[in-house]
T-cell receptor, first 111, second 113 residues
Framework: KQEVTQIPAALSVPEGENLVLNCSFTDSAIYNLQWFRQDPGKGLTSLLLIQSSQREQTSGRLNASLDKSSGRSTLYIAASQPGDSATYLCAVEGGSYIPTFGRGTSLIVHP | DGGITQSPKYLFRKEGQNVTLSCEQNLNHDAMYWYRQDPGQGLRLIYYSQIVNDFQKGDIAEGYSVSREKKESFPLTVTSAQKNPTAFYLC????????????FGPGTRLLVL
């Protein structure tokens, strides 16, 4: 059964820092990996979707990479801002087509 | 304005009571999902539906029931058999159950009185 682990569980940084959030998964036979953002008490918003044939995706200050063979993905946030404070979840989709979610990384960016 | 709506935002359940959470989407998506989220936990799948009049159990279906009579609607009933229902419930939809981005509603927080 697919297991998804996110490290660190929590992160607090000053504004302006570049950040790396990590996601690892146990079964490399995946179709895609997706990063989501969740604000407190809210639903999830999709940030980036990487298909299994791709190595990375970029959107503004966000860059996500995928190394399927090693079962790892990273989400890079450049020049962090207080508005980036949220929980970031990764989800992998495999043979069942139903995504498996990690527990998330809770990020606080303080001014 | 297209999207997914969930109601109510907060719901209180008394012991032995069944309660129903609403999920509606106007995105014309075939697939819909229900997840449960507990503090510090990832999302766990309760039920999903690939098409109208069809649904499948997820990892934690016990104590829950669903229906999919209309494409736009996928209500979740939390029955009295669910002994620990306090959680945040999230509904999602996608064009199909194959390699598609999921779109999430704002969630319903269920509390037990």
């Amino acid at each position: 059964k697919q297991e998804v682990t996110q490290i660190p569980a929590a992160l607090s940084v000053p504004e302006g820092e570049n950040l790396v959030l990590n996601c690892s998964f146990t079964d490399s036979a995946i179709y895609n990996l997706q990063w989501f953002r969740q604000d407190p008490g809210k639903g999830l918003t999709s940030l980036l979707l990487i298909q299994s044939s791709q190595r990375e995706q970029t959107s503004g200050r966000l860059n996500a990479s995928l190394d399927k063979s090693s079962g790892r993905s990273t989400l890079y946030i450049a020049a962090s801002q207080p508005g980036d404070s949220a929980t970031y979840l990764c989800a992998v989709e495999g043979g069942s087509y139903i995504p498996t979610f990690g527990r998330g990384t809770s990020l606080i960016v303080h001014p | 304005d297209g999207g997914i709506t969930q109601s109510p935002k907060y719901l209180f359940r008394k012991e032995g009571q069944n309660v129903t959470l609403s999920c509606e989407q106007n995105l014309n998506h075939d697939a819909m999902y229900w997840y449960r989220q507990d503090p510090g936990q990832g999302l766990r799948l309760i039920y999903y539906s690939q098409i109208v009049n069809d649904f499948q159990k997820g990892d934690i279906a016990e104590g829950y029931s669903v229906s999919r009579e209309k494409k736009e609607s996928f209500p979740l009933t939390v029955t009295s058999a669910q002994k620990n229902p306090t959680a945040f419930y999230l509904c999602a939809s996608s064009p199909a159950v194959t390699q598609e981005t999921q779109y999430f509603g704002p969630g319903t927080r269920l509390l037990v009185l």
